[in-house]
């Protein structure tokens, strides 16, 4: 059977089309490319997430709210994102790595010593938090309280940050071992002893001072610094 298009098809074809709001799969539409406009439609819903959750709370905002912020039909939320959990792992997600790029920062420009290097990182990271306040509340307070698929992203966020903080106490305390010390455990306490931290000082809208907080923290590396030195001391005179 021959299939004839007829000027009438034509018009109903392109009718749907424009009763759709888009155009056809990789035209050019106001200089971008359907690609491109996905990608823009994704940012603003990622901005417009954030700027949500981060104010009034994961549980208090819905996908039409979030698509009235970002200024898009519901229709393009589910272009991005399958459901409100799965935008939110994706800010998530981008959040820590905003975090982690300070941290990583401070840390290679810190220098060799333990203190140092831990005040560096420390203050980067309390001080992105204060600085950007809508992280704080998705970070640390409401990915706490939304499923499993959340909790595991948090989970595995933690447990970067661990490697990172082990791998930096290697490198700083190279004869940790030698003294029965684990710098994966000892990793573990210091980023669940400044996760915990960071979440009660969030909660209290950032009362104290960035330098207050990082002094407290620091406490855990100064007492790490102070036992490695009386060990290597004592090892030294044999005792």
Known sequence: MTLRLTTRHV???LGVILMSGSAP????????SQEERVAQRRRQLLDAGLQMFGTKGFHAVSVRDVCAEAKLTERYFYE??????ALFIAIYSESVERVRAEVVTALAAAGPSAEVAARA??????????????????????????GVEAGSQSLGAMTSFVEMVSTTIIELYPDLRRHKLDPQWIGNGLVGATVFMAIQWALSD????????VENCCAFVDGLSALVRVQNATAAAGI
């Open 11 to 13: 018009k109903m074809t």
């Open 25 to 32: 799969p990789g035209r050019v539409f106001r200089g971008q």
């Open 80 to 85: 991005s994102f399958q459901n409100r959990d």
């Open 121 to 146: 990182g420390l203050h980067a990271y309390f001080s992105t938090l204060r600085r950007e306040p809508l992280l704080a509340r998705v970070l640390l307070i409401d990915v706490l309280t939304i």
């Open 206 to 213: 950032f009362k104290e001072p960035v330098e207050h907080i």
